[in-house]
């Protein structure tokens, strides 16, 4: 690693300062540098020992701002996590959202953090069998499913009751108190149940479809939420960078629950996914197995 990538390395670790905090920065730089270069006589030693003494100047530099001012790895973000939230309603709504056949399915891949990645093909009207996975999930028709992957051979196949279950969701609100009352649901705690909502929020945007109106009621609807936080320097499952926002954890949770961060991206809004996963590909295919 030379200079220049080391200098890159630290910032990109600990973000910059405002200007009026860096001029005496720089001075200290300087002076490590020439205290450095007099007592060293090789070159190549003192190479070594200017790495050393530009990294530590140039962490002073780039961390003299308070805390709250710069932020070291996922920080607070600048951004109001409302403000997010609305331009990610925004984008939604500008998406034209054209529908799917009936007879088409949702084509989903799902990257992780930590592998084995997900792909499912989801019956767009729930009458055809679906594959989650290396999973098979029985269309309904008729008001029978097929059963799979079930522990009995002798019950593979045979028929259940059932009813459709479209992934195109034409029967939600549109607007963002509506759709806040339909994400609470019965919940009457609402300042204590966050986390809920986030997760809610992170179930209906990746393997349903909603209409675009819908997509901005959701985001709106999360923005009334209390407790939220932005986050700068966030990636997502797949590595993307983004915007975070942070849905704390409900009270009463595990001691051991993480809140859930939902990714935008910073300069489109677009939701990207979670600090843990990442839609890819969402898409319609017309057949099982097929990949765009």
């Known amino acids: 690693m030379d200079e220049l990538d080391l200098i890159r390395d630290r910032a990109e670790t600990v973000g910059f300062a ?3 905090h860096l001029a005496p920065a720089r001075e200290r730089l300087l002076a490590a540098a020439r205290g450095e270069r007099r007592h060293r ?3 190549w030693v003192w190479l070594g020992g200017a790495s050393v003494g530009l ?5 002073a530099v780039v961390t003299l701002a308070p805390a709250d001012q710069v932020g070291v790895g996922p920080a607070v973000a600048h951004a109001d996590p409302v403000k997010v939230l609305t331009a990610a309603a925004d984008t939604a709504l ?3 959202g054209k529908p799917p056949r009936p007879d088409q399915f949702l084509y989903v891949k799902t990257e992780y953090t930590i592998p084995p990645n997900r792909e499912v093909w989801l019956s767009v009207d729930g009458t055809r069998d679906s594959l989650i996975g290396s999973a098979k999930e029985g269309g309904c028709r008729n008001g029978k499913a097929p059963m799979y992957g079930t522990n009995d051979p002798r019950a ?8 459709p279950k479209t992934i195109y969701r034409t029967d939600l609100p549109t607007t963002a108190d509506a759709m806040l009352a339909y994400l609470y649901g ?9 986390g809920y909502i986030g997760k809610a929020v992170y179930t209906l945007a990746y393997e349903q479809v909603l209409q675009p109106a819908s997509y901005a009621a959701l985001f709106e609807a999360a923005a009334k939420v209390p407790g939220l936080t932005a986050l700068d320097h966030v990636t997502d499952g797949a590595g993307r960078p983004g ?4 849905f704390p954890v409900s009270s009463g949770s595990s001691p051991k629950a993480q809140p859930i961060v939902l990714v935008f991206d910073a300069t489109t809004y677009q939701f990207l996914g979670t600090t843990d996963s ?3 590909v969402k898409t319609y295919v017309d057949a099982v197995g097929q990949r765009p």
């Open 186 to 194: 019965k919940e009457a705690d609402r300042a204590g149940r966050a």
């Open 243 to 246: 915007v975070g926002i942070e």
């Open 156 to 163: 593979e196949g045979t028929l259940q009751d059932c009813t």
């Open 18 to 20: 405002p200007a009026e």
């Open 278 to 280: 990442a839609v890819t």
């Open 94 to 96: 500008k998406d034209p």
């Open 41 to 43: 006589s090789r070159r």
């Open 55 to 59: 990294a530590a100047a140039i962490t």
